[in-house]
């Protein structure tokens, strides 16, 4: 009677501890998850911009340098496509620039190409080279602009989308060498590019 009221509990000890672990470890696993989503998301991030520069450096174009607060906004709006919040394209474009022109100063002009697939097939180069033989994102990776930041975001069906924003920032001490110019708002589409989508 004492052995099988001993074993009973020795049974129920061990599913208690392994009940325990496995909800101490659920949070990890989740940690673990984020932070590997997080480095995918770096990686393929700066492998686009080295690509996109790349482009640049071989067409005797300056290289764009990157910027945190750019690339936040447009990580958040590929997190905002990829989740729905809003349709895949550049709504809210200009939104994204006037918040922009509170924390860069001197901006003078912006564009914006985006991009989804779902092939992770050298996912970096063939994103650019969608970008590079559509001449309206062409005209945005050639476009006189300095500065750039590029995000990436992967939904739960394995689609990844790419917003990448350029824009011109000229210093105060650089503006006032310039020849005085109208600043001028160029309508949205003039700005933004067409949507790539690529065949599937």
Request: with cysteine; proline share 6%; hydrophobic share 40%.
């Amino acid at each position: 009677m004492v052995p099988a009221l001993m074993r009973f509990s020795i049974t129920i000890a061990i599913l208690a501890l392994a009940v325990f672990c496995g909800l101490a470890a659920s949070p990890v696993r989740g940690a673990d998850q984020a932070a590997a989503d997080d480095a995918f998301g770096g990686a393929l991030e700066a492998q686009t911009f080295a690509l996109v520069n790349q482009y640049r450096h071989a067409n005797h174009l300056p290289t764009l340098v990157w910027d945190g607060a750019i690339a936040k906004t447009a990580r958040a709006h590929s997190r905002d496509m990829a989740t729905g919040d809003v349709d895949f394209g550049h709504d809210g474009f200009s939104g994204r620039i006037s918040h922009l022109r509170l924390v860069l100063q001197g901006l003078k002009g912006a564009g914006e190409n985006v991009l989804v697939t779902d092939n992770p097939d050298q996912v970096a180069r063939k994103a650019v080279d969608l970008w590079l033989h559509s001449p309206h994102h062409l005209e945005n990776i050639r476009g006189d602009y300095n500065y750039s930041g590029l995000g990436i975001w992967q939904n739960a069906k394995g689609e990844i989308y790419f917003t990448q924003i350029f824009v011109r920032l000229v210093q105060p001490s650089e503006e006032a060498q310039q020849a005085p110019q109208p600043e001028v708002d160029t309508p949205f589409g003039m700005l933004a590019s067409p949507e790539t989508r690529p065949s599937r």
